[in-house]
């Protein structure tokens, strides 16, 4: 089960963290995805196989994700946000194919999402 923390607004040029709290999943294929009504959902980060982050070229430089291992919690720290990045965010695991964000189609395990909006 993953649940995910954190979101609501924003002004641009802020900070928000979100935060994903996997209980029964411990691997390491874990991101954060987001979608707007009417588009296609978007990889945003997420650590691969060998536990690299990686980023979508919209977010790199502002978004960071972040993990505890022992705890099973994922973390996206949001740094200068811009209206653009206002979407529902999604924490997902067992990515697939678990390598950059950019080349996953899906995942296994998604959250029920939290909304983020700057305006």
């Known amino acids: 089960q993953l649940v995910e923390f954190g979101g609501g607004s924003v002004q641009p040029g802020g900070s928000l963290t979100l935060s994903c709290a996997a209980s029964?999943?411990?691997?390491?294929?874990m991101g954060w995805f987001r979608q707007v009504p009417g588009k296609n959902r978007e990889g945003v980060a997420g650590?691969?196989?060998?536990?690299?982050?990686s980023y979508a070229d919209s977010v790199k430089g502002r978004f960071t994700i972040s993990k505890d291992s022992a705890n099973n919690t994922l973390w996206l720290q949001m740094d200068s946000p811009k209206p653009e990045d206002t979407a529902m965010y999604y924490c997902?695991?067992?990515?697939?194919?678990?390598?950059?964000?950019?080349?996953?189609?899906?995942?296994?395990?998604w959250g029920l999402g939290t909304q983020v909006t700057v305006s």
């Open positions: 650590f691969d196989s060998d536990s690299h982050p």
């Open positions: 029964g999943y411990s691997g390491v294929c």
């Open positions: 997902a695991a067992e990515l697939a194919p678990c390598r950059h964000i950019s080349g996953v189609a899906s995942a296994f395990y």
